[in-house]
C-alpha cells in the first residue's frame, strides 16, 4: 500500500512539471468549490453543470466518468461502470488531464481510447463532439463574433480526421496504380459501429490517433479550454496563437467561402509563423472579377492563401509561402500546399519529386499568362487563366508536385469566386519604395477620363505599358530575366 502510494505522489510531482502556474490555478479553482470535509475532490454534477455543460452528454458523460477512473486507482482501467458516486479527486484530475493533452502521444492515445470505451456513441460520432466545441473556442481567438459551424462542414472535416491516415501518399506511392477504392469501407464501418463487440479496437484507435495529429490537437484545445483556462487565469490570444491554441486576429471579416472547420484544417497546416494575423487583401464579390486587381492584391505581399470556388460549386486552392512575383520559371517552398474544401476536405502538401511550386507570369506571348502551382508548363496542379475566368486542374493520377488529384472534379473549371488571405506579410523598408510623386497621371484611370474629357484622347498610358510589355518579353527571349 504505501509502494502505491509513493507511486501516485511522484507520478503527481513528474504531471505537475508540464503545468503551468496559470494551468495549476484554474485547476485550483475547479476544486474551489469542494467541502471543508474533502477539499481536492469535486462531485460529478459540479464538473456536470460547469465547465463540462457546452459538450454534448455522451461526450460529458464519458469524460467525466474518466476523471472518476483515474481516480479510484484500485478500480481497472479497463472497467466500463464506475459508481456515479465516486468523487473526483484533485490527484485523478490533474492525471487525466495530462494524459489527454500533455502525456507522449501513445499515452494521449490510450487515454482517448478509455474515454470511447467509457461512452455509448460511435467512433465517428465521438469525433465529431470533440471537434464542434474545440473549433468554437479556437475560433475565439479570431475576436469575430456569430462564427457559425454546419453540419455539412464538420461532417467534412470529421470524414477528414477519419480517413486522412489511410490516404496519405509519399514520393515513391505517386508512380504506383491507384489502390482500389472500397479498401476504406471496413475502416469507415467501423468508425460507424455503436456496439462494442464492433467498435474499433484499442490498437486500431492508437494506430489512428498517431497517424492523426489534427485530431491531437483539437483534444489538446479542448482540454485547455475547459480544464486549463478559467475567468481569472488564462493566456492572453497573443501567446495562444503561436502555440496554435487560439485563432489568428483575422480581418475584416470572415471568409464568405470558406466554413470555420476548413478555416481550422487549413491553419493548422500552415508553418508557425503565418499564424498570428489573417488579413483578406482580394475578394472577387467586393473588388471585382479583375485580374489586374487580384495581382495588384498578390504582388511582393507575402505568405498567401488562395481559395477559388467554382461553377459547380468546388471549392479549393492553395497556400504559398514566398510571396507572389512575376518570373519566367517555377520557384517556391516546400511549405507550400494545395488544398479541396467541397466535395471533400483534404490538404495536399508539396512534395520533393520536383520544385514547381509556383508560378505567376503575364503580359508575354511565349509562356502561360496566369498563376499556377504544380505540376508543368500548361499541365499545372492548379491552374488560372489570366482572362480570371477560365483554370484548370491536370493530374493523371496525380500532380507530381503536391501529391494532389485533379482539385475541381475535372480538369478545366469556370472561376466562380476568388478570395486571397494574406498570412505572413513581407516586411517592407519604406526607403526602398519607389516614390509617389515619381507616377504619372496617366497611371490613373481617373485622370485619364478626365483629361479625354476634354477632349484630349491620351495615348500615353497604353503605350506605356505595351512598351513595358514588348521590353519584358524581349528580356525573357534573350534570357536576360
Not at 260 to 267: E, K, Q, T, V
Not at 333 to 343: G, S
Not at 437 to 461: P, T, Y
Request: net charge negative.
Amino acid at each position: 500500500m504505501g509502494n502505491q502510494t509513493s507511486k501516485h505522489h511522484d507520478n503527481l510531482d513528474h504531471h505537475l512539471d508540464h503545468f503551468t502556474d496559470s494551468e495549476l490555478k484554474a485547476i485550483d479553482a475547479t476544486f474551489s468549490s469542494g467541502s471543508l470535509a474533502s477539499p481536492n475532490t469535486v462531485s460529478r454534477d459540479t464538473l456536470q453543470n460547469g465547465s463540462l455543460s457546452p459538450l454534448a452528454p455522451p461526450l460529458r458523460g464519458a469524460l467525466i466518468s474518466y476523471f472518476q477512473l483515474k481516480s479510484t486507482p484500485a478500480v481497472s482501467p479497463s472497467a466500463t461502470q464506475i459508481p456515479q458516486t465516486t468523487p473526483i479527486t484533485k490527484l485523478g484530475f490533474i492525471s487525466a488531464v495530462y494524459l489527454l493533452s500533455k502525456a507522449p502521444v501513445k499515452d494521449r492515445a490510450g487515454a482517448f481510447y478509455d474515454i470511447f470505451s467509457l461512452s455509448s456513441v460511435s467512433f465517428e460520432e465521438l469525433v465529431k463532439q470533440v471537434s464542434q466545441p474545440a473549433i468554437k473556442y479556437w475560433f475565439e481567438g479570431s475576436e469575430l463574433d456569430d462564427i457559425l459551424i454546419n453540419d455539412p462542414s464538420l461532417h467534412r472535416l470529421v470524414h477528414h480526421l477519419l480517413v486522412a491516415f489511410k490516404t496519405t501518399t509519399s514520393d515513391d506511392d505517386l508512380f504506383l496504380p491507384d489502390p482500389p477504392t472500397d479498401t476504406l469501407a471496413p475502416w469507415i464501418a467501423l468508425t460507424r459501429a455503436t456496439p462494442p463487440s464492433s467498435r474499433p479496437s484499442r490498437q486500431e484507435i492508437t494506430d489512428w490517433y498517431t497517424n492523426t495529429p489534427t485530431f491531437a490537437h483539437l483534444i489538446t484545445i479542448l482540454v485547455s479550454r475547459l480544464f486549463l483556462t478559467s475567468s481569472t487565469h488564462f493566456l492572453p490570444f497573443s501567446d495562444r496563437r503561436p502555440l496554435n491554441l487560439a485563432a489568428p486576429h483575422i480581418t475584416p471579416h470572415f471568409s464568405e467561402i470558406l466554413t470555420p472547420p476548413s478555416y481550422f484544417l487549413l491553419a493548422h497546416n500552415l508553418p508557425a509563423d503565418c499564424r498570428l494575423n489573417h488579413t483578406r487583401i482580394f475578394s472577387s464579390r467586393h473588388d471585382g472579377n479583375s485580374w489586374q486587381a487580384f495581382t495588384d492584391a498578390i504582388l511582393e505581399q507575402g505568405s498567401t492563401l488562395i481559395v477559388i470556388q467554382d461553377k459547380d460549386g468546388n471549392v479549393f486552392g492553395a497556400f504559398a509561402y514566398e510571396e507572389w512575383n512575376m518570373r519566367p520559371k517555377f520557384y517556391g517552398d516546400t511549405k507550400n500546399f494545395l488544398f479541396t474544401v467541397v466535395p471533400e476536405l483534404n490538404v495536399f502538401p508539396a512534395t520533393t519529386v520536383n520544385a514547381n511550386y509556383q508560378y505567376l507570369n503575364f503580359g508575354t506571348k511565349s509562356l502561360p499568362n496566369g498563376i499556377g502551382l504544380g505540376g508543368q508548363m500548361d499541365y499545372f496542379g492548379l491552374w488560372i487563366s489570366a482572362d480570371f475566368e477560365h483554370g484548370h486542374s491536370r493530374a493523371a493520377p496525380h500532380c507530381t508536385t503536391y501529391a494532389s488529384p485533379k482539385l475541381a472534379g475535372k480538369e478545366e473549371f469556370i472561376v466562380d469566386e476568388v478570395e486571397v488571405w494574406l498570412f505572413r506579410p513581407t516586411p517592407k523598408d519604406p526607403d526602398l519604395l519607389p516614390p509617389k510623386d515619381k507616377r504619372s497621371a496617366l497611371d490613373h484611370d481617373e485622370h485619364v477620363a478626365f483629361l479625354e474629357l476634354g477632349g484630349r484622347k491620351m495615348h500615353g498610358k497604353h503605350v506605356r505599358e505595351q512598351d513595358a510589355r514588348e521590353d519584358k518579353e524581349r528580356a525573357l527571349n534573350e534570357g536576360r530575366v
